[in-house]
């Protein structure tokens, strides 16, 4: 917690954003889904903050939100005007990959970037601060 996951997605969003991507900020796969447009033209990004965090639980009753999110995954990772942003935990993401055989088989953790707090020189740390 405090690594600045959320405030890197926010900037990777408004980077897109000026790119002319719709942004979604989703709270579960069922409206991703609602909102995923088949037109490869439609420039769109879905943003789940915290995604296990906030579906683990539903992700731990339900094989149903395991394969609607993998499969989510599998639609975007093909396409060349979708993002779909996700940040956790690394020790979370370990837990499920481990725990979760589609989650563990997906491409979920294959296009990972890890945030540490040893990454950052105390420059950039103060920099943050102010």
Known sequence: PGIGKTTLAEM???RLAKD????YKV???S???NVFSSDEEDKQLFYFD???GSSYLEIVNSHRTETQLT???ESIKYSSNKYLLLTTRTVIMNQAIAKYEKI???SLGQKSFT???NDYSNLEKATILY
């Open 12 to 14: 990777l969003l408004f």
């Open 20 to 23: 002319n991507f719709k942004i």
């Open 27 to 29: 709270e579960n796969i």
């Open 31 to 33: 409206e991703a889904e």
């Open 50 to 52: 915290d995604f296990l």
């Open 71 to 73: 499969n989510f995954v």
């Open 104 to 106: 563990g088989n997906s």
């Open 115 to 117: 945030l540490r707090m």
